[in-house]
Structure formats: C-alpha cells, structure tokens
C-alpha cells in the first residue's frame, strides 16, 4: 500500500471511497430490469409468431394479439417501475 500511496503522492492524486448505501440494491434493480425486459421481448416475439402463423384460425391470431398486448403492457409496467425506483434511489443517495 505504501508504493500506491507514494505514487499517488507524487502524481497528486487522491483516493476516494464512493460509498453508497444503496449500491447492492440498485445493481438488483438494473439486474431484474433488464432479464425483466428481455422476457418482455420475447414474449412480444412469441405473440407475433402465434399472430402470423395463424393462417386463418382467429383462436390463435386473437391469443397472439392478446400476447403482444400484455407483452407491451408489461414492458410498460417495468419501465415506470425501473425509472421510479431508479429516482428515488438517486434521491436517497444525495
């Protein structure tokens, strides 16, 4: 530790600990969002192979129109959730 410090010392440089409570927590959050977004496409993508290949059934064209609007839905639900608890994460942090 002592040659890092005597470097730092002649370069004028200085160590800082970025510290925040919520660091853990906020990983989690960007975790789950994205898996959370990702299964969200996907799902979108399911939806519109059901609809396209439907070839006439309009059981299984209305599932997969039904599958891609509870896929938008939900991708609705996860971003607003991801933004609101990203800013109330950076609010406690200040």
Do not use: C, R
């Not at 599958?67 to 939900?74: D, E």
Request: no cysteine; hydrophobic share 50%; aromatic share 6%.
């Amino acid at each position: 530790m002592n040659i890092i410090t005597h470097i730092l010392a002649n370069a004028n440089l200085e160590i800082t600990a970025n510290k925040h409570e919520l660091d853990i927590p906020a990983t989690l959050i960007n975790w789950v969002g994205g898996i959370a977004g990702a299964l969200a496409v996907i799902y979108i993508m399911v939806g519109g192979i059901l609809y396209l290949t439907a070839g006439g059934n309009g059981d299984q064209a209305k599932k997969g129109g039904q599958t891609v609007v509870n896929a938008f839905l939900g991708l609705i639900v996860i971003a607003i959730s991801y933004g609101l608890t990203t800013w109330i994460i950076d609010i406690i942090n200040k």
